[in-house]
């Protein structure tokens, strides 16, 4: 069983950093992925970031287009840890942000449907 805990969120302004974190407990063996959703009041929960784990040193990360260049996800395999740096953030990325991960890895993976491992959620709020 995979345990997942996200840390991090808070109280921003238009254009400020914030990182989150998700430490991984009871990671599977082998490749999977690990992600980054966010889900607004009254909205989808819709896909930001993932990265690969397991598998040897090559990954590949894949991020959301309203976040390209902004955001940045990595990880930390020795710590079980994935990190997701956002810069310049806007108003709009105000939501509860949730760690999420999969036990398996088939290419690029934007449905959170297809992720089985949630963690419990952080709230990112960035003020105008």
């Known amino acids: 069983q995979v345990q997942l805990v996200e840390s991090g969120g808070g109280l921003v302004q238009t254009g400020d950093s914030l990182m989150l974190s998700c430490v991984a407990s009871g990671r599977p063996s082998g490749r999977g992925i690990m992600g980054w959703f966010r889900q607004d009041t009254g909205k989808e929960r819709e896909f930001v970031a993932a990265?690969?784990?397991?598998?040897?040193?090559?990954?590949?990360?894949d991020y959301s287009d309203s976040v390209k260049g902004r955001f940045t996800i990595s990880r930390d395999s020795a710590k079980n840890t994935v990190t997701l740096q956002m810069n310049t953030l806007r108003p709009e990325d105000t939501a509860v942000y949730y760690c999420?991960?999969?036990?398996?890895?088939?290419?690029?993976?934007?449905?959170?449907?297809?992720?089985?491992?949630w963690g419990q959620g952080t709230q990112v709020t960035v003020s105008s």
């Open positions: 990265i690969t784990w397991g598998g040897g040193v090559e990954h590949y990360s």
């Open positions: 999420a991960a999969k036990s398996d890895y088939f290419g690029r993976e934007t449905r959170a449907s297809e992720y089985r491992y």
